[in-house]
């Protein structure tokens, strides 16, 4: 095996288990609308969308502190 760290992108790459935390109300909710099957994918989509949310947000803060805030136009 190569000695080479490959770095992914949001999204890429092989799958891994992890261990996260999840109140009962949130995974019942997520049960029921994708079924036992599905609760993988559904988290790793709803995660990358607070990812993209987060980076949008760091973006536009750096932008408004270099030029202010944005204007109606």
Do not use: C, W
Not at 14 to 21: G, I, N, R
Request: aromatic share 6%.
């Amino acid at each position: 095996m190569s000695d080479v760290e490959v770095n992914y992108g949001v999204g890429e790459g092989p799958t891994a288990k992890v261990s996260v935390s999840l109140h009962s109300g949130t995974i019942a909710a997520v049960r029921a609308r994708v079924g036992k099957r599905g609760f993988s994918a559904y988290v790793d989509a709803a995660v990358q969308r607070q990812i993209e949310r987060d980076i949008l947000a760091e973006l536009t803060a750096a932008h408004e502190a270099e030029h202010g805030a944005f204007s109606d136009a």
